[in-house]
């Protein structure tokens, strides 16, 4: 079965059914992909599975968190995922043409309580750890770069890496944003951002990506997940991920008075699933070096 049709995977009409509760590309990606590499390392269809893959699949998933390739907190959210498509496929009619296509039991949600639960900061990076990540990194412009759109843009560490070059971006009256594939609108990018990145730009060598390996290639997820260890450890702060970064950029948005719906906006992400981010534990570590910050900017290396 192809590891890129999640149709080889699931029901196409259950699961376009499912998807289309959601208003962001983004989402659908994000549950369209781990569904792909749940059903990869198990070789089933969803609705054949049982059990037994799921305890596989968790062991697989905590024997990475062991070796630092993720995060627990990443482990939560694809077991929340496919519970959630699970529990959608059973709320399903009985009978029809999609009977044999709904799986009979929610092997998944007995898990979630073994997991990570969410803290007021899991999710983040406190000011003061970014400020170190970013001088650790301040060598390594391409890097720099990557952060700087993580932590003041919201990209994700996907949207980073499947961008092309100049293309991609435009200049407005108000300033520069960014196209994406898995977005409707286009994505603002702040002035700091945009001045980083426009040095990046003018000294990059001409390559079918904007960010790219020694040997010219894009980027893939692996390296960014290592990009962070590097320079966490470089920094001397707690092994922080690139989904970390990325959200603070929705905290400081909420710490600053913006809306759900700007924060969902610049997030691509629906207004329900940005509530979260209302972190008060953040907001009030974010005050006490308000000092020094005044606003949120990142200065160029």
Known sequence: ???????????????????????????????????????????????????????????????????????????????????????????????????????????FYPWLKTLAKEKNLARSVPVEDMERILKAAAGDRMAYTILTLMYRAGLSSTEIISLNGEDDFALYDDGAYVYLESRREPCYIPGDAWEILSDYMSLREPHGSLFYNRSGRRLNGMYISRMMKKYCTLAGTPGYSAEAVRNCCAFNLFAYGASAEEVAGQMGRTQQQIRRYRGTAYRGNLRKHAGDLVKVRIEKP
């Open 1 to 107: 079965m192809s590891q890129n049709d999640t149709g080889a995977f699931v029901n196409t009409k259950i699961w376009n059914l499912f998807c289309a509760r959601f208003k962001s590309e983004t989402t659908k990606a994000s549950y369209e992909s781990d569904m792909r590499e749940f059903c990869t390392f198990t070789g089933r269809k969803f609705a054949e599975i049982d059990s037994s893959d799921v305890r596989e699949y968790y062991n697989f998933m905590r024997k990475r968190m062991e070796e630092g390739r993720i995060g627990p907190l990443t482990v939560t959210k694809k077991f929340r995922e496919l519970h959630s498509f699970s529990e959608f496929c059973l709320g399903l009619p009985e009978g029809g043409e999609t009977a044999g296509d709904i799986v009979k039991e929610d092997y």
